[in-house]
């Protein structure tokens, strides 16, 4: 009997197989989660990190390997069906939100996101009232603004309301993807807090790609780094002796 939640099994990636741009994204990559668990993961650009969340979330097949969640394999499952129970939030503040749709709307739609229903006549009074109730404790002042187009909103507002939308339905697991990246270094703070704690009140397996090293090892409770498409180094309890290490390494380096 395993614990495992999410089991990656060697899996293999290589795009443009057998011509002069044969590029192996993946290499035999294997490593488990726990539910619950909280991972970062980092790299260098083309360490296989996209290509990974790609493969886990339906976007693309592995050349070789598995993806298991709950025990049982996934890869078989079209990505709309993995959308069900596997929410991504993109790098790109627009990617994951409706910006011609209001923030109520948009969080209706993530609301009706597992149900056999469209949004209709608009959205219901009870919904309201649990979407200003879901605001109001991030004390951004969003619950005053349900109303306003999504496309009004900062990038840094736009990400979090796709951080809500990609929890609300209480999904099994949840992919990141540099989800702050785009931002200015001041809202990005705030964004991983509040991350963070959604995290950690929900208590989704989440997963989380960040190319700042500060934050991979701040926030989460394992990290891993990807170096050509396999594990370079992982770490858990380690981790705050790491950050000790880094700012070490980085006041030196000034």
Known sequence: MTNDFLTIRSLRKVYNPD????????????????????ITIVGGNATGKTT??????????????????????ILKNPEFKRSCVISRVQQNPNDSVIVSMTLAENLAIATLKNKNARLGNGVKKEWREEFVALLKPLGLGLEKRLDDRVDLLSGGQKQLIAILMATITKP????????????DSKISKKILEITNQIVKESGVTTLMITHNIHHAIEYGDRLILL???????????????????????????D
């Open 52 to 73: 990974l969340f790609n493969v886990i979330a339906g976007s693309i097949l592995p050349t070789s390997g598995d993806v298991l969640l709950e025990g049982t394999s």
């Open 227 to 253: 170096d050509k498409g396999r594990i370079g180094f992982e770490a858990g309890g380690l981790k705050k002796q790491l950050l000790n290490v880094v700012d070490v390494i980085e006041k030196l380096e």
């Open 172 to 183: 099994k697991l949840l992919l990141l993807d540099e989800h702050t990246a785009a931002l």
């Open 19 to 38: 011509t002069a741009g044969e590029v192996v994204a993946l290499s035999d990559l294997s490593f488990s989660v726990t539910k619950g668990e909280f």
